[in-house]
T-cell receptor, first 114, second 113 residues
Framework: EADIYQTPRYLVIGTGKKITLECSQT?????MYWYQQDPGMELHLIHY???????EKGDLSSESTVSRIRTEHFPLTLESARPSHTSQYLC?????????????FGPGTRLTVT | AQSVTQLDSQVPVFEEAPVELRCNYS??????LFWYVQYPNQGLQLLLK??????LVKGINGFEAEFNKSQTSFHLRKPSVHISDTAEYFC???????????FGQGTILTVHP
């Protein structure tokens, strides 16, 4: 069983609010990822990190930002939420060692911006 | 860059029937291939993965997949499905060096009694 946690699970918030989606893992994984998933669509990578103080933007452009100050923690922040940000956000982590290591996923945060 | 195509967006089947979920990929270099399952309101769980070696890969819950390099396919199969297999299934590929996954669009498997 993977030990990766996301809070909150569900969030409904008004336009213009600042929000932070939390992601933590207790497996000591170096690599962490954020994906955005719209209903009926594939997952798109929006941010990833290969270690502390390392963050990169993913394949899908996103107005969110991330930080990686501790190995176990990889929060995602939206400075000013908009209805277009409504989606499900999934966090994942994996060991180092190239692509052969599977990614473990958290349960996701379903965000609705009104 | 790699890409993944899942050929069926929805697959309805009856309980105890066999099922195949199709996945094709494109890449100019060697890749690793994965199948994940997502139950409602949950994250993704790994079913199986192909890294190298035998082209027939067995996973959890009775699923298996076969890697076919000439057809660039990685189809998922189960000989007899259960109601509890109802979920969305994602095929994914990653290049050997990096680890960033590229996902297919997903296939919703619905098992009817």
């Amino acid at each position: 069983e993977a030990d990766i946690y996301q809070t909150p699970r569900y969030l409904v918030i008004g336009t213009g609010k600042k929000i932070t989606l939390e992601c933590s893992q207790t497996m000591g994984h170096d690599k962490m990822y954020w994906y955005q998933q719209d209903p009926g669509m594939e997952l798109h990578l929006i941010h990833y990190s290969y270690g502390v103080n390392s963050t990169e933007k993913g394949d899908l452009s996103s107005e969110s930002t991330v930080s990686r100050i501790r190995t176990e923690h990889f929060p995602l922040t939206l400075e000013s939420a908009r209805p277009s940000h409504t989606s499900q956000y999934l966090c994942a982590s994996s060991e180092s060692g190239g692509g052969r290591n599977e990614q473990y996923f958290g349960p996701g945060t379903r965000l609705t911006v009104t | 860059a790699q890409s993944v195509t899942q050929l069926d967006s929805q697959v309805p089947v009856f309980e105890e029937a066999p099922v195949e979920l199709r996945c094709n990929y494109s890449s100019s270099v060697s890749v690793y291939l994965f199948w994940y399952v997502q139950y409602p309101n949950q994250g993704l769980q790994l079913l199986l993965k192909y890294l190298s070696g035998s082209t027939l890969v067995k996973g959890i819950n009775g699923f298996e997949a076969e890697f076919n390099k000439s057809q660039t396919s990685f189809h998922l199969r189960k000989p007899s499905v259960h109601i509890s297999d109802t979920a969305e299934y994602f095929c994914a590929v990653t290049l050997t060096s990096y680890g960033k996954l590229t996902f297919g669009q997903g296939t919703i498997l619905t098992v009817h009694p």
